[in-house]
Structures are given as structure tokens and as C-alpha cells.
């Protein structure tokens, strides 16, 4: 599978077969967030690999909307680092969309489950120091997101898309 197909290929599975992934399969995974881009090459991002079952389930609590995670046979938590670069959010968010696509590539369904919150600070506390505690993260990482994964049950539909014309512009906003 080339980049793109697993590109136009990729959606939010939350319902996943009763299957372990192997730790190879995974650890290439993890790799595609490792090597992701970082601004100016800075170690802003850390990954925190999550297999065990009660943490996982912990996790599922983290927003009401996370239930997939007590189904998903693996998590990678990706935190940003403020402190280390002022492009930490970006470069946190670059890393889960390659996760995201390896996992694809590798046949794996995955689902992304939003942690911080940059316009409600209170929600946002309240769910970092969830996953915080939980996984022993220091103070100084946001926790970005949260993306569960296991090999899909079934097969769902392609995604439909807006209009290309609705996103796309050419030399300027029209």
C-alpha cells in the first residue's frame, strides 16, 4: 500500500476483532510517530505505549467519548513538551497522523481520541491530569491525544467527503 492509499483509506475504527498485535506490527507503528517531523528538529513529542488491559480500560474514562478503548487491543498516548519548542502541538499532531497511517498500512483500525483542549483549559485540565496520573506523565507534557487500535471488525464503507471544490482554492480563497 502506498502513502496515499492508506491516506484516502483511513478511518476511525472503534470496534475491533478479538486479535493481539504482534509487538513487531506495533513497534512499527510507534516508529511512524518516532520518526515524524519535529520544527526545527527539536524533541518536543514523547509516545507512551499502552497494552495493558485495566490501563486501557483506565483510559476509556478519559472523555465519554473513548469507550473504543476498552475494545482496542493497544493505545499510543502522544504528549507535546511547551517547554522544549513552541511548535510542540503541531509537532504532537504530525505524529499522530503518521501513527494513524502506518496503522492503515499495517491493517490495523484506529481511532483518535482528543485529550487537550486548547480553548477549554478546564476540560482540558481535567482530562490530561486523568491520563497523567494514570501513566505517570510529568507535569511539563500536554497530553495531545490518545489513539487506540486493533485489527477492525468487518469492513466499513468509504468515507464520504465535502466537495473538493468547498475545501480546495487555487492563489486565493474564493
Known sequence: MDVFQAIQERR?????????IPDKV?????DAGYYAPTGNNLPSKSLIIVRNRPNLDSLAATTPYMNWLKEAKAAIVVTGKPKISKYWLQDASIACAFIWLEAVEAGLGAAFGAVYHSEDKKESFVRENHVRKLLSIPEEHHIVAILGMGYPEGTLKPKKHLAREDIVHYETFS
Do not use: G, N
Request: proline fraction near 0%; glycine fraction near 0%.
Open 26 to 30: 506495533l513497534e512499527k507503528v510507534v
Open 12 to 20: 476511525e475504527i472503534t470496534t475491533y476483532a478479538d486479535r493481539s
